[in-house]
DNA sequence: TACTTGCTTGGAGTGCACTCAAGGGTTTTA
DNA sequence: TAAAACCCTTGAGTGCACTCCAAGCAAGTA
């Protein structure tokens, strides 16, 4: 069950990080400092080297932020996968409440977009 | 066509209608001073005396607030409905502008759903 | 080697949408 | 009528999520 050692394993930079997020890197930074992100490999010089590990992070990461979590939330379930096995409880519920606000976002977005149509049916046929 | 003269038309205080829209007293007074809410009627005194009109607005405001529109496009919109008729064409394309961005954001909702529900059910069973 | 580009840090600055404070006048209720 | 509750204005403050700056080190190219 162990993963096993690649001798090629590919290391980004963050600006190439950055081109494939489409996150700045000031924004990468960031994360990495407000313990967003798992602290990022470096060179001998002191650089990021980001693996394909941390752009698999980054990309739930993103999908977390496109729920509309606050980073406050994201913080938090970091925090709970680095603490281990025994916080998975906890993360799935704060991944349920994440669920339950989508849910309630999506149904107040289909709300508005009904009086969206009416309205916009209202100026038809105006130029 | 024209409206009526009511002798009894109801006039609501501030903190009615904080209460009525659940936007705080603070906020429906900058809602005026950026001009978001037409100048509303006052007292003699100078209090601010809402009408069903008024509150009209608001829902309709809240509507918009509720599909994620900025304050600053709100305030476009309400200068245009100031402007008169010969603005409808351009309210229509806010209008629809706004529509793209809400179903766009639904989707990307959806899709952070899919995932979110991925990740729970590997949560699943975990006391 | 000189130059350009990229990366580092800590801390300051930005834009948005409120939210509150201070100091004072007005209205309602006991 | 006096206390309590409510409302006014201007201007400052807050929380969030970035975004930028300064000063300096490192790496790649002509």
Redesign the interface.
Known sequence: MSQSLSLTQTRYTISEVAARTGLSQHTLRWYERIGLMPHVDRSHSGQRRFTDRDLDWLG?VG??R???MSVADMVRYAELVREGEHT??E??EL??R??RE??A??T??????A???Y??DM??G??
Do not use: P, S
């Open positions: 739930f999908k977390l496109a729920t509309g998975r409880g993360r799935r991944l349920e994440t669920r989508v849910r976002r999506i107040e977005l289909t709300d508005a977009l009086v969206l149509d309205k916009i100026y038809a105006t130029r």
